[in-house]
């Protein structure tokens, strides 16, 4: 009876979840050059330390607990090596990301970190064995994407491209942001918003590390201001089309976006950044205009926000989407924006939120509205449904299918020929062969033929 009982049990099903990792960031020890510091986890990216060169930072469990790290750089990593007591090494800033996550292979009780220059670190989370936290933000450098995205500044991606990201996420479309201006320069100098860049593109979805910009953040009305205060930096209008020919050569995406041309509110950067975009789109397609070596590349589609208003491709950010749990486009948007923490206080919020959030949904937004996009280019024709930005672009699988049918044809085709070809040389063989008989038969056939024609004349 025993046996057929646990016979039974077996064949019932149990889901298995692991368990999530512990954030003990609070439980270890920091230490550098054998002072002990709680600027590493005081949940705070504008204090921090620095590391110099080839001197270790010791992070320490009085349990063998860690299994995961979690690094934020102030302004950038550096290249190094992370060692445990269990002589395990891992290489840090390989990849260049400012928040950088490194996973152990075995469990440890201390971790050391030692960069080849100077590095200014502002928090390291510890996290136990586990499942880590969704916040735990875990980059990759993807090569290639199907939506490009040309922020000018930290915030604008979830303003102005309000709910597009979230719309293609949905829907299985990897994208990539490359921002006009930088935070961590000039007379704006601001670095955490770079750290608010990268919170609020992973809230929404992105996965894929963003491209940060060139040119120091400075605001202006006007395009020619913009662009003096661009060239006062050290960089002209050419600097700037050759680092977004880069981008797209390098990704090749199918769609891209960029700002309204008026600058949506005037915003001389803005202007100035759909200016040198719409230079870029030009010379990416162009073989002679050379940069890397990257070959030339034509994309798809180009939007422009609001252009040819009235006209234009409206997308719909209202409908509850599978992958953000039923929450919309635009509630997830949103929910990006408030990464954005020193922005809270802006015009910005109210007229993405509305007043005191009162706004529900996107079509509130009444002003330069993120859900209106006019074509501007197209390799593919013209938009005629006008309510998705991949409209008239063949998704990878149906390209294959095409291609297989394609290649089908074409053996069809180079068979019959082929056969053809083998009868007709069969036929000669056959002639050459057989020709002392043949040759009779035909003059024979052909007297008999004569004969006939004659004989019904008369």
Avoid: C
């Avoid at 992370?82 to 390989?94: D, F, V």
């Avoid at 601001?190 to 940060?212: K, N």
């Avoid at 926000?305 to 989407?321: A, I, K, Q, R, W």
């Amino acid at each position: 009876m025993k046996k057929y009982i646990l016979f039974l049990l077996l064949l019932i099903p149990f889901n298995v979840y692991a368990e999530e990792a512990s954030n003990i960031s609070k439980n270890v020890t920091y230490k550098y050059q054998n002072q002990v510091t709680t600027k590493l986890n005081d949940d705070n990216v504008k204090t921090n330390i620095k590391i110099t060169a080839n001197s270790d930072l010791v992070i320490t469990s009085s349990e063998s607990n860690i299994k995961h790290i979690y690094i934020i750089y102030e302004i950038s990593s550096k290249n190094g090596v992370l060692t445990t007591n269990n002589n395990e090494e891992k290489s840090l800033g390989k990849d260049g990301f400012l928040h950088e996550y490194i996973k152990l292979d075995n469990i440890s009780n201390e971790v050391k970190l030692n960069y080849n220059e100077d590095a200014t670190i502002s928090e390291i989370r510890v996290y136990t064995d586990g499942d880590i936290p969704s916040d735990v933000q875990i980059w990759k450098k993807e090569n290639s994407a199907d939506l490009m995205i040309f922020s000018t500044h930290a915030d604008d991606e979830q303003l102005f491209f309000a709910g597009v990201m979230p719309t293609y996420i949905n829907k299985g479309k990897k994208v990539h942001v490359v921002y006009f201006a930088r935070h961590d320069v000039g007379a704006y100098y601001a670095p955490s918003r770079l750290h608010e860049q990268l919170d609020g593109l992973w809230t929404l979805g992105v996965t894929d590390y963003p491209t940060f910009g060139i040119i120091p953040d400075a605001y202006s009305e006007s395009i020619d201001v913009a662009r003096s205060q661009m060239n006062s930096a050290g960089f002209t209008d050419d600097d700037v089309i050759k680092f977004d020919v880069r981008e797209i050569r390098k990704y090749k995406p199918k769609v891209v976006l960029g700002h309204d041309e008026e600058g949506e509110y005037g915003h001389g950067q803005h202007r100035l950044n759909i200016y040198t975009l719409k230079e870029a789109i030009n010379k990416s397609e162009d073989s002679s205009y050379v940069v890397d070596d990257l070959e030339a590349y034509s994309v798809d589609k180009f939007y422009i926000h609001l252009y040819n208003y009235g006209n234009d491709t409206v997308l719909n950010y209202d409908e509850p989407l599978d992958k953000y749990n039923g929450k919309t486009a635009y509630e997830v948007s949103k929910e990006g924006y408030k990464k954005h923490l020193s922005q809270q206080y802006t015009w910005f919020t109210d007229w993405l939120n509305g007043k005191n959030n009162s706004y529900t949904s996107a079509t509130q937004i009444t002003k330069y509205n993120p859900a209106h996009w006019g074509l501007y280019k197209s390799n593919v024709g013209e938009d005629i449904n006008k309510n998705d930005l991949f409209e008239n672009i063949k998704v990878e699988e149906e390209k294959k299918e095409e291609d297989k049918n394609n290649k089908v044809v074409n053996i069809v085709k180079k068979n019959i020929k082929k056969d053809g070809k083998n009868i007709k040389k069969r036929m000669v063989k056959l002639v050459k062969k057989y020709k002392h008989i043949i040759i009779p038969v035909l003059i024979s056939i052909l007297t008999l033929l004569i004969i006939l024609v004659i004989k019904k004349r008369k």
